[in-house]
């Protein structure tokens, strides 16, 4: 199995209000593989109601399952107005997906089969048939066929309730439970099927900062990616602050760039959202 162009770390959550929950993605911008390219767009909304994607593994290979995803929802009105459920958008994507890798052709001078991608990519949305946050995880076997594996709801709500996908996962898996053991002494630290008061809000954000900025993992970098996906149907990106630079989907944007989206900055461990001021509205009355 190749593993070159691979891109890192991803996490997804549930974050739990009074009435209503949120489900959060956040992901590192660095694909790796010969050189680093610190500005590439890893959390995608897909054009159909409170669902995206998120993409680590072979860049090419998730790259490819990204764009068969947008135009599979294209395809079919079911998909691009959320008609259809989620689960039968995943299970669509495994078929077409694999069966569009059997098309690879002009292989290297003496090979016979294509090499087997490193993918790791995760499906995730709201589905309103079952009134709940739901993700689907798909990588190849190592027979070659796409595995789609609908991630457990403890993983994305209890206890610790957090999924980690990518090449850093295990690494971000041992810094958050750390993170979950100094503010949660009473969570319990084995028990995956009873549900526990652990409020997680930014904890994963915090765990992958700690990882883009460490230098022994040079496979995770450049700025933070935040989305969130509503019960209401709707899909937030959001613009990331540090210090005095705006980057969206990993890209640096320019002091002349106008933008809508909010803007999300980190202090101390909290996030802090606000409205762009950087909008044209923004200009009005000043």
């Known amino acids: 199995m190749k ?7 991803v996490a997804i959550w549930v974050q739990q209000h009074r009435t209503l929950s949120e489900l959060v993605a956040v992901s590192d911008s660095r694909i790796s593989g010969g050189e680093s390219w610190d500005s590439c767009p890893k959390i995608v909304p897909l054009p159909r109601p409170a669902t ?64 087997i991608p490193n993918l790791d990519v995760v499906l ?63 969570a319990p630290r084995k028990d995956r099927n009873k549900y526990v008061n652990v409020d997680i809000r930014w904890e994963p954000l915090e765990v992958l900062l700690q990882i883009i900025e460490d230098e022994k993992m040079r496979s995770v970098g450049g700025v933070p990616q935040i989305m ?22 990993g890209r640096e944007l320019s002091d002349t760039e106008r933008f809508d989206r909010r803007v999300a900055t980190m202090s101390e461990g909290k996030l802090s959202l606000q409205y762009s001021d950087h909008s044209i509205a923004s200009d009005f009355g000043r």
């Open 3 to 9: 593993e070159y162009g691979t891109m890192t770390l």
């Open 52 to 115: 995206a994607i998120a993409m680590s593994g072979d860049a090419t290979t998730a790259y490819a399952f990204q764009l068969q995803a947008i135009n599979a929802c294209l395809l079919l009105d079911g998909n691009e107005s959320g008609r259809t459920d989620i689960l039968y958008l995943a299970r669509k994507l495994r078929d077409l997906y694999d069966d569009s890798r059997r098309n690879v052709g002009n292989l290297p001078v003496g090979q016979t089969e294509a090499d």
């Open 124 to 186: 995730f949305g709201w589905s309103w048939r079952r009134l709940s946050y739901e993700a689907y995880s798909f990588k190849y076997s190592r027979h070659g066929r796409i595995n789609m594996t609908r991630i457990k709801k403890w993983e994305l709500l209890n206890p610790y309730g957090v999924y980690f996908a990518g090449d850093a996962s295990n690494e971000a898996k041992s810094r958050f439970r750390k993170i979950i053991r100094d503010r949660y002494p009473s």
């Open 228 to 249: 969130k996906i509503y019960q209401n149907g709707l899909t937030e990106t959001f613009v990331w602050r540090s210090g005095e630079k705006d980057y969206f989907g």
